[in-house]
């Protein structure tokens, strides 16, 4: 009929097998969106909602940590209302999770001369080695 035909998705199996196998490697803290797209780059036609509910289930432990990634905005958004005004510099590293932060932090402090609101540094920068 017209060459229309509904999408056919893969067995619901073979999708599992693959997310248990990107969880075991670095897919571990990527999003469901991160995993769907791995899945069609790998010939695996997947509804998208059974990716995000298969990750769900196979990995809560991350899905609580790609959550709390989320609530960095959150938690500096409200530290700028308890204490009446934004810190004139914020020191982070340069992961995704701290854009909106940046980006808040940058829009807060737009008038003032320093233009150093924002310092980027590596995550293990606070971290003291240890050397034996």
Not at 68 to 91: D, T
Request: aromatic share 8%; with cysteine; charged share 30%.
């Amino acid at each position: 009929m017209h060459g229309l035909k509904r999408k056919e998705y893969a067995d619901v199996g073979e999708v599992i097998d693959f997310i248990i196998h990107q969880l075991e490697g670095p897919g571990r803290l990527h999003g469901y969106r991160w995993m769907y797209n791995k899945c069609l780059k790998n010939g695996i036609r997947a509804n998208k909602e059974d990716v995000r509910l298969i990750l769900a289930a196979l990995d809560p432990d991350a899905s609580a940590i790609r959550c709390s990634r989320r609530l960095n905005r959150g938690y500096f958004i409200q530290a700028v209302e308890e204490f009446g005004g934004c810190p004139r510099i914020v020191r982070t590293d340069a992961g995704t999770e701290n854009v909106v932060v940046r980006d808040i932090q940058t829009y807060l402090r737009r008038s003032d001369v320093d233009s150093r609101a924002v310092r980027f540094g590596y995550g293990s920068a606070g971290r003291r080695d240890e050397v034996t």
